[in-house]
Each structure stands twice: as C-alpha cells, then as structure tokens.
C-alpha cells in the first residue's frame, strides 16, 4: 500500500465528496438556466429577507473581519509560520503575491472600475446631490472602501485557519470541513462535514458562473469591435471557447507551469494599461482626485462602514437603501466569495507567516485594486464631466459593457489601449477561473494527500463545467437568469457566514492550545513540530529547536 501511494504522482478523487457535488451542481445550473423564473422566485425572496433584516450582520461581519485579521497579523501570533522547520516558501514572494491577487479579484475589478463610479454619480449616498461636484468625488473614492481593506479582510479571515490547519495541525486536505475540526471533531467527517463541501462548492460555481456571465458580453463587444464583426451569440461562443482554452490550459498545468506564468502575463498587462491611461488621460486630474480620495475614505471609514440607514424600514413606501444596494451586496459578495479564494492561496502560502499572509491580501492586495480604482474610475467620471462620453445613457440604454468600451476608446492611441484592455480582460477572468478549479479540484480530492496536485482530468472537468455554465446561463436565460444566479450567491453569503465563524473560533482555539501563554515574537515555529501530541502527528526532525 505505501509504494503504491508512494508512486501517486496526483491525489484521487474521494467518491463521496465528488459525485454527490457534481449532481447537485449539474441540477442546480439547470435549475437556474432553464426555469430562472421558479427558481428565481424563491431566491428573490430570500435576497430581499437578507437585505430588510440582515444588514447588520453583514456590515458588522465588515467590521469583525477588519479587526480579527489585523489582530492575527500584528498581535502576538503574527510570527506564526505555516509549516515545518525546515518548510519554504514554493513561490517567490512577487509571484505569490501576483497569484493570490489575480484569483482574489479577476475581470470584476476590470468593469466596475469604470462603471461603478458613474452609477455613484447618479445615485450617491448620504443626500448628496446627484451629478454634482461633490458626487463625483464621493463616486471616486467609494469603489475604493468596497474594495479596499474590509474586502480583502474577508477574503483572509478563512485564508488563514485553512493554511494553519494543513501545515501547522497537519490536516491532509485542502478542504473547508477539515479546517473546521478543531470545532466539529468527529462531526468534520460526517454529515455535516460533506454538507459544508456541498455549501462552498455550490457557492464557488455560482460566483464563478456570474463572473462567467457578466465577462463574457464585455469581452465579446471589445473583441467585436476590434475585429469588426457582430456582437452575437456566435461571438460569445467563440470568447467562451477562447476562456476555455487559455486558462483549461494553465489549470491542466498545474500552479507552477500554469497559474504562476499565467499571472506574470497578467501584471505585465496590468501595468502596462494603467501607465497608458494615467499618461494618456488627465494625469494631473487622476493624481489629485486619487488624493483627495484617500483624505475623503480615511476621514469617513468609521461612518461608512457602520451605515445602515435604519429609517428606511419606518418610512413608508421605503425601497432598500443605498447601503443595501452597494454595501451590503459587497460584503455578502465577498463572503460567498471567501471559501474558494481562500482555500487557493491558503494552498500557495506553505512557508509563509501570519503576518506577511495578511500583509499581502490585505495591503498589497487593497493597494492593487486601488490603482485600478484611482486611475481608470477618475478618467470615467473625466470622461463623463467633460463630454467626451456620455457614460451614463450608455449605461441606461446599452449596458455596463458599452460603457466600458466607450470610455476606453475615447483614449488616445485607442489601437492600443482598447486590445491590450480586451487582453487583459482574457487573462484577469482566466486567472480567477484557475485558482477556482484548482480549488473546487482538491475539495474532490481524497484526504491524505494535500501534499500532492489534484489529478488533470479533475481540474479539466471543472474548468470545463464552468465554462459550460457561464455560456448556459447566456444561452438559455440571459439576464434574468444571470439575476437569479447573481442573488442565489448572495443568499449563499449568509449560508456560508456560521461557516467561516466556525473557522476562525476554530483557529483561536488551535493556537492557545498549540501556543498558550508562552509565545514570543522570536518563536515562528508551532510546539507541534518539537514534540509528538498524538499518534497521527510526525515527531519532528532531530535536531529542530527553538
């Protein structure tokens, strides 16, 4: 048994875990694409209970968030490294960072950074005039609290009891249940175990499939643009096909050959199209509005991130408020969001210590979103002020991917700004795809083997399965059922918030067993290296002292 193990070159798949969730998936997209209006009707509903009643909750899972993960990486446990003695980190820290940054956010921040701040201007918070001097700086600097420092703390509150609980407790797999032993015990591998596998991979295929369906129009009128042909169905089938082969093929890969090389395109890309819009536009105007920005979010952070707008549900005739609108949706956005992302760079971060972990998704990953914020929102709201495009009709008439067309045409040497923008579209949407199947991969994949790759056929599978239902919702439900599937993952945020809670407590309570009172800022390694605390866990190398 053990040189046959010895021999695995990829971790098999654990029947029980995959069979199951790709029936629920297959029923669950099918539900979705070809009865969106029953379907939808009853997710419709659950999305406006959570948004009446449940506003709180997630603005305070805002808050926690922020607070718990500063705490763990700059408390006393922030020199806690994940892994071994002897355990290096696998990716340079430029590539590490680049890889967890480009699944983290993907195509959404190439479309949002420049429609969101138009939809500000016409509806900002707060009583603000709408289209006034004072909207366009409040809708420049918002994009940048919903995708600064609480967005990315959410992403790293489960980041960081997953890497704990396979490097440092020695947990076999990258699975979300398994994190959740300290907690669960026995329960982890059970009933409940396998409903929460079901859980994150029900909430992965539904947030990837909405990225899928909102990427695909955008990519499809810049490429038919570019080439000059319709913007079709048949278009989108090529771009869907496109999708496909370039991130099918760095999945099949795996993350040393794929992933990693695919994000080194991807920065280069990144910077290249901001240089070119920040030198090409108003540079003097994009340097002062990003100022301004940073003044304007410091001095309102605390008001913004406790808004409610409680009044709202005694007046009468009251529709959802502005907070529930943006803020709410976002958080419970990246909550759904969380598992999947965090069980990817949880797997890229052996070797790492608490401290850079949160570093890197927290500030370095707050400050690349930032950039692209800053610069391609001040040219749109620019573009708007001054005429050169009338981003709003566009909005209102032709949909958020004309807009972001037309405002990167409106650029100077548009021959090159508007393909290396298509290109780039391509590879962010690639890269978030590639850490997902990745992931969703080696939640099917059998314990015991966390230490190897998930097998090809297995990560081809779900990359192809969400190909395939990105394009399905276009095909057979367009919006309405990309609606649907955009709320059911929204209503799966609150599924999945017990969940992570679960995570963190279990996390809290690994590391005052593991660590008690004795830690101090020179002690990065675990006592579970230095001494044998059950039969399961490995004595530690000799020789290893600290």
């Known amino acids: 048994m053990e040189k046959t193990e010895a021999k695995l070159k990829a971790a098999p798949i654990e029947p029980i875990v995959f069979f199951p969730s790709l029936v629920l998936v297959a029923l669950f997209g099918g539900a979705m694409a070809f009865f969106p209006d029953v379907a939808g009707g009853w997710v419709n509903s659950s999305y406006a209970f959570i948004m009446k009643n449940l506003t709180s909750m997630f603005m305070l899972i805002g808050v926690a968030a922020f607070v718990c993960v500063a705490w763990l990486g700059f408390g006393r446990y922030g020199h806690v490294r994940l892994g071994g003695p002897d355990?290096?980190?696998?990716?340079?820290?430029?590539?590490?960072?680049?890889?967890?940054?480009?699944?983290?956010?993907?195509?959404?921040?190439?479309?949002?950074?420049?429609?969101?701040?138009?939809?500000?201007?016409?509806?900002?918070?707060?009583?603000?005039?709408?289209?006034?001097?004072?909207?366009?700086?409040?809708?420049?600097?918002?994009?940048?609290?919903?995708?600064?420092?609480?967005?990315?703390?959410?992403y790293c509150l489960p980041t960081v009891p997953i890497a704990y609980s396979v490097y440092v407790r020695r947990e076999k797999i990258f699975r979300i249940s398994d994190s959740c032993?300290?907690?669960?015990?026995?329960?982890?591998?059970?009933?409940?175990?396998?409903?929460?596998?079901?859980?994150?991979?029900?909430?992965?295929?539904?947030?990837?499939?909405?990225?899928?369906?909102?990427?695909?129009?955008?990519?499809s009128r810049l490429l038919s643009s570019v080439l000059g042909l319709d913007d079709d169905m048949a278009m989108k089938g090529m771009v869907t096909f496109g999708l496909f082969l370039i991130f099918g093929f760095s999945v099949y890969l795996g993350l040393e050959k794929g992933m990693q090389n695919l994000t080194r395109i991807n920065v280069w890309l990144a910077f290249i199209i901001l240089g070119l819009v920040l030198f090409l536009g108003p540079t003097g105007f994009i340097f002062d509005l990003w100022t301004n920005s940073i003044g304007l979010l410091l001095n309102n952070f605390p008001s913004l991130t406790f808004q409610t707008e409680p009044l709202r549900l005694v007046a009468e005739g009251s529709k959802d408020a502005w907070p529930q609108w943006w803020t709410v949706f976002y958080w419970a956005w990246w909550v759904a969001y969380a598992p999947v992302i965090a069980l990817f760079v949880?797997?890229?971060?052996?070797?790492?210590?608490?401290?850079?972990?949160?570093?890197?998704?927290?500030?370095?990953?707050?400050?690349?979103?930032?950039?692209?914020?800053?610069?391609?929102?001040?040219?749109?709201?620019?573009?708007?002020?001054?005429?050169?495009?009338?981003?709003?009709?566009?909005?209102?008439?032709?949909?958020?991917?004309?807009?972001?067309?037309?405002?990167?045409?409106?650029?100077?040497?548009?021959?090159?700004?508007?393909?290396?923008?298509?290109?780039?579209?391509?590879?962010?949407?690639?890269?978030?795809?590639?850490?997902?199947?990745?992931?969703?991969?080696?939640?099917?994949?059998?314990?015991?083997?966390?230490?190897?790759?998930?097998?090809?056929?297995?990560r081809m599978l779900w990359a192809s399965l969400l190909a395939v239902f990105g394009?399905?919702?276009?095909?057979?439900?367009?919006?309405?059922?990309?609606?649907?599937?955009?709320?059911?993952?929204?209503?799966?945020?609150?599924?999945?918030?017990?969940?992570?809670?679960?995570?963190?407590?279990?996390?809290?309570?690994?590391?005052?067993?593991?660590?008690?009172?004795?830690?101090?800022?020179?002690?990065i390694i675990s006592p579970l290296f230095l001494e044998e605390k059950t039969a399961k866990r490995p004595p530690a190398p000799a020789g290893d002292q600290s």
């Open 87 to 154: 355990d290096q980190p696998e990716f340079s820290k430029i590539s590490w960072i680049s890889m967890l940054f480009c699944a983290g956010i993907g195509i959404g921040l190439m479309i949002w950074s420049i429609v969101e701040p138009i939809y500000y201007l016409n509806g900002p918070p707060m009583g603000i005039e709408p289209m006034s001097d004072q909207a366009l700086v409040w809708a420049h600097m918002l994009p940048q609290f919903h995708w600064g420092f609480s967005a990315w703390a959410i």
């Open 181 to 219: 032993r300290p907690i669960l015990k026995k329960h982890s591998d059970g009933l409940i175990g396998k409903v929460i596998e079901v859980f994150v991979l029900l909430g992965t295929v539904g947030a990837v499939g909405t990225s899928l369906g909102l990427a695909i129009p955008l990519i």
């Open 346 to 458: 949880a797997r890229i971060s052996k070797g790492r210590t608490i401290r850079e972990l949160v570093i890197a998704e927290c500030i370095w990953g707050t400050l690349g979103c930032w950039a692209f914020l800053a610069i391609f929102g001040a040219y749109s709201l620019y573009a708007q002020k001054t005429g050169l495009v009338d981003a709003m009709a566009l909005q209102a008439a032709q949909g958020d991917p004309a807009v972001c067309m037309a405002v990167m045409s409106s650029l100077p040497l548009k021959w090159i700004v508007v393909p290396i923008y298509t290109i780039l579209c391509f590879v962010f949407l690639g890269t978030t795809l590639d850490a997902s199947s990745q992931a969703l991969a080696n939640i099917c994949s059998k314990k015991g083997y966390s230490d190897l790759p998930s097998l090809r056929w297995n």
């Open 471 to 523: 394009m399905g919702i276009l095909i057979t439900g367009g919006e309405k059922a990309l609606k649907t599937v955009q709320t059911s993952t929204i209503v799966g945020g609150v599924i999945l918030v017990p969940i992570i809670f679960i995570l963190v407590w279990g996390l809290f309570r690994s590391l005052k067993e593991d660590f008690g009172g004795s830690l101090t800022p020179k002690t």
